[in-house]
């Protein structure tokens, strides 16, 4: 699976920025997890918010009622809708993915198999 971001950019605080992932060669039938994880400079890697197939969202708790995770599963396309953007939100922005071939749940917080490039997300105060 391949996963390709776009939709970063900089964005004062309060402001808002929608990513996207489209990710190819992942069979349609197959069930994957799939999220966005992002990397603060200097810092680690941090799940934010995760969609199951079915479109069941988990977020992380410093992103909850202020970022939206949407999915087309038909495309195998992940969105995030991220809105009052904080200082804090600036990192890197990478769409992982996961064959749930042995079932569990789609949470932010499971070891991801496939990684993008990322897309680089800036909150300036």
């Known amino acids: 699976v391949h996963p390709v971001e776009s939709g970063g950019g900089s964005v004062q605080a309060g402001g808002s920025l929608r990513l996207s992932c489209e990710a190819s060669g992942s069979p349609p039938y197959r069930r994957y997890c799939m999220a966005w994880v992002r990397q603060a400079p200097g810092a680690e890697r941090e799940g934010v918010a995760a969609a199951d197939s079915d479109g069941t969202p988990d977020y992380a708790d410093s992103v909850k009622g202020r970022f939206t995770v949407s999915r087309d599963s038909g495309k195998n396309t992940l969105y995030l809708q991220m809105n009052s953007l904080k200082p804090e939100d600036t990192g890197m922005y990478y769409c992982?993915?996961?064959?749930?071939?042995?079932?569990?749940?789609?949470?932010?917080?499971?070891?991801?198999?496939?990684w993008g490039q990322g897309t680089q997300v800036t909150v300036s105060s």
């Open positions: 992982a993915t996961k064959w749930m071939v042995n079932g569990g749940s789609c949470w932010v917080t499971i070891d991801f198999e496939d």
